[in-house]
């Protein structure tokens, strides 16, 4: 989808109404958000939008784009009231109009030029860098865990390097074996496919401040020995979508140019089984020395982001915050919903900051917070620590109570944990995010860096 900030004819001129009027009443339209109606022989497709607020904009703007989807109309023209919804109009237009057509035979005819009069250029510029991003995160989760494999997801990163300048480093089984990467290693292990760690990093000159940001990268979750049930198994290749939104932050950050030094570590590997698959019973060792009880081969995401963790810690210097973005509990779903991101860290400034992002992004999160009780069920009698709490209720805080075990010292106030077990992946269409993939992450990870490069002027 290409930008002209200029006007022009277009097969459809959309228009943005807060309120219906006598003529477009009698199409049964009245003005509400999400509700469009096209009058092609005029060339005009109204959008509702009841409230004056960035993210109404988004919705209408997708909803809009979304109308016109199998119309095969191919240009669209929009006269902006108010610069200010630049962002808003492109990033709706942009993530709305996303289909996944890999696997089809027939492709759709998208819309390939919208003409903008009164856009902000800029504006118009960032959030299609972000947008791009996303649509780039949504590809590579949506597709199959037989093309996407941690080799596969290890060469699109290389890609990305060679693109956008970035630092590049992947490790392969014997390399973390050298790294004592014992968590991570026996979740891989009954794969027919290698395990890799990957480590992208953008280093402008200007940086402000060092971040790094872990993701979980399972390319398929069968559950491994404690297999998952048929139905809890299907869109398990969405479990790569912390990794996958964390490449699409450093490609989104190193185009905006912002002046933070950037880390992504990676942790892709596919949980199966086979003769040698790790066990329930188990007892790993961890790359800082701890041991950890494996009761449950499906928590198999937190004993990958226990050595990525550590590995981020030990490698990156001066580290100012540390984020891990993963699909880690069911449970997180449970609690918030499918459409809400949740998020756990030690610091209340550290989710001020990220609920300010949220709000930028238009992307919901919720706070769960930690509890000495709850911290006291992953105990194990056998090992250092337990990988699951010993009752069935707060799963996701328990989880990131685990996490916290490989969290140093000095670095416990710069941790944020970001489940996006919810939102990574949804059948159905919602709002601006599609059917699958939504790219969770991209945007709320982007607007938190935005923000910290603005702090220290
Ligand atoms: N990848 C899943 C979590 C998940 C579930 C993500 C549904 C998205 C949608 C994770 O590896 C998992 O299976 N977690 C278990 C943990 C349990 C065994 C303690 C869960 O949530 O049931
Ligand atoms: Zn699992
Ligand atoms: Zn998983």
Same mark, same amino acid.
């Given at each position: 989808m290409e930008f002209i900030l200029e006007s022009n004819e277009a097969d459809i001129h959309i228009i943005f109404q807060n309120k219906s009027d006598e003529f477009l009443e009698k199409f049964g339209f009245e003005a509400k958000l999400e509700q469009t109606c096209l009058l092609p022989e005029k060339g005009l497709l109204y959008t509702g939008l009841e409230d004056d607020d960035e993210e109404s904009v988004k919705l209408a703007a997708a909803a809009a784009i979304k109308a016109l989807r199998g119309k095969k109309i191919t240009s669209v023209a929009i006269d902006l009231s108010e610069k200010k919804y630049s962002k808003a109009v492109v990033e709706g237009l942009m993530l709305g109009a996303y289909s996944f057509e890999? *696997? $089809?035979n027939e492709k759709s005819t998208p819309v390939e030029t919208v003409y903008l009069t009164g856009a902000d250029a800029d504006a118009v510029a960032q959030a299609q860098i972000v947008s791009v991003a996303t649509n780039y995160t949504r590809d590579i989760i949506n597709t199959t865990p037989d093309d996407a494999t941690p080799a596969v997801i290890a060469s699109l990163a290389t890609e990305l390097a060679n693109s956008n300048n970035l630092g590049c480093v992947v490790l392969d089984t014997e390399q973390m074996e050298e790294e004592k990467m014992g968590s991570m290693l026996a979740v891989g292990r009954a794969s027919a496919h290698e395990s890799k760690l990957i480590h992208l990093s953008y280093t402008p000159e200007n940086a402000k401040q060092t971040v790094a940001i872990i993701g979980k990268g399972l390319t398929y979750d069968s559950g491994g020995l404690s297999l998952k049930p048929g139905d809890f198994m299907t869109?398990? $290749? #969405? !479990?790569k979508s912390g990794g996958c939104a964390a490449m699409g932050i450093i490609k989104a950050v190193s185009e905006l140019k912002l002046p933070v030094e950037l880390h992504v570590v990676v942790g892709a590997v596919e949980n199966m089984i086979g003769g040698n698959a790790y066990k329930p019973d188990d007892v790993l060792r961890a790359k800082n020395g701890k041991t950890i009880e494996v009761k449950n081969t499906d928590a198999e995401g937190r004993l990958v982001l226990a050595d990525c963790l550590c590995y981020a810690q030990e490698k990156i210097e001066n580290l100012d915050s540390i984020l891990d973005m993963a699909t880690l509990t069911g449970a997180c779903a449970v609690g918030v919903g499918e459409y809400t991101t949740g998020l756990m860290a030690h610091s209340k400034k550290m989710i001020k900051k990220m609920n300010k992002a949220s709000q930028k992004s238009g992307e919901q999160v919720a706070y769960l917070p930690f509890n000495r009780f709850l911290k006291k069920l992953i105990k194990s009698e056998v090992a !250092?620590?337990?990988?699951?709490? #010993?009752?069935? *209720?707060g799963g996701a805080i328990t989880a990131a109570h685990f996490l916290d075990e490989f969290i140093e010292e000095k670095n416990k106030d710069k941790w944020v944990h970001i489940d996006i077990a919810g939102p990574a992946f949804v059948e159905r269409e919602w709002g601006y995010n599609p059917f699958g993939a939504s790219g969770a992450g991209v945007r709320l990870g982007v607007e938190y860096l935005r923000q910290i490069c603005k702090k220290k002027d």
């Open positions: 890999k *696997y $089809k869109t398990m $290749k #969405s !479990d !250092d620590v337990c990988h699951i709490a #010993s009752s069935r *209720y």
